[in-house]
């Protein structure tokens, strides 16, 4: 079981650019989650989705788009970067019950 | 967005003191909260799930215990060792939610 990955460990890209991260999990997890950490204000989230197919707005989801065409994947996108997207990324999974989320390692973004 | 309050924000203690700290949270409708630790440069680790009234919960020097009428639980830490220096998170979840709202954590440094 590699748990939750998250591809790349880190990106660093221009204003504007556009990028994709990844998230992937073999927990057979239901629900999925995309959480950015910034100094001083924990982790906030960004978009989660509650089953394949599904998708929804978190706490702060403008600039960002998501996607889950397959059960163990949710893909985290920026269409345009800003520089108030530097961030850490974190995503995270956990089963339909109580239980808690699994998380990834993090995605360390720098936006120039 | 639901108030979920940790404190104190930062600890710093020496090896061998016992510490605790707090998580405030909506009293109405709960359903299960979660605790979570934090190493730097790491992702964050469940603890704890809690999910009744009274519960107490505890795995070796740590333990956690939940008042869900006034809203509040407590993490204990016996004989704090240099290995506990983390941010300890909790997360609230409320019934009907698929989303786990995370409170900005407590810094714990413990000082050999």
Redesign the interface.
């Known amino acids: 079981n590699a748990g939750v990955t998250q591809t790349p460990k880190f990106r660093v890209l221009k204003t504007g650019q556009s990028m994709t991260l990844l998230c992937a999990q073999d927990m057979n997890h239901e629900?999925m989650?995309w959480y950015r950490q910034d100094p001083?204000?924990?982790?906030r989230?960004i978009h989660?989705s509650?089953g394949e197919g599904t998708t929804?707005k978190?706490?702060v989801p403008d600039g960002y788009n998501v996607s889950r065409l397959k059960k163990q994947n949710f893909l985290l996108g920026l269409e345009s970067a800003a520089p108030s997207q530097t961030s850490v990324y974190?995503c995270a999974s956990r089963t339909t019950s109580?239980?808690?989320?699994?998380?990834?390692?993090?995605t360390r973004l720098t936006v120039l | 967005?639901l108030n979920v309050e940790q404190s104190p924000q930062s600890l710093h203690v020496q090896e061998g003191d016992s510490t605790n700290f707090t998580c405030s949270f909506p009293s109405s409708n709960f359903?299960?909260l979660?605790w979570?630790r934090w190493e730097t440069a790491?992702?964050?680790?469940?603890l704890f799930?809690m999910?009744l009234n009274g519960d107490e919960k505890k795995k070796g020097r740590i333990s956690a215990t939940l008042n869900t009428k006034e809203g509040y639980s407590y993490l204990y830490i016996k004989g704090s060792q240099p290995e506990d220096s983390a941010t300890y998170?909790c997360?609230f979840?409320g019934g009907g939610s698929?989303?786990?709202t995370?409170?900005?954590?407590t810094s714990l440094i413990v000082h050999p």
């Open positions: 629900y989650y001083g204000m924990g982790l989230l989660y509650v929804a978190g706490e974190f109580d239980n808690e989320q699994f998380f990834g390692p993090g | 967005i359903y299960a979660h979570y790491k992702s964050p680790e469940a799930v999910t998170l997360a979840i698929y989303i786990p995370f409170g900005r954590g």
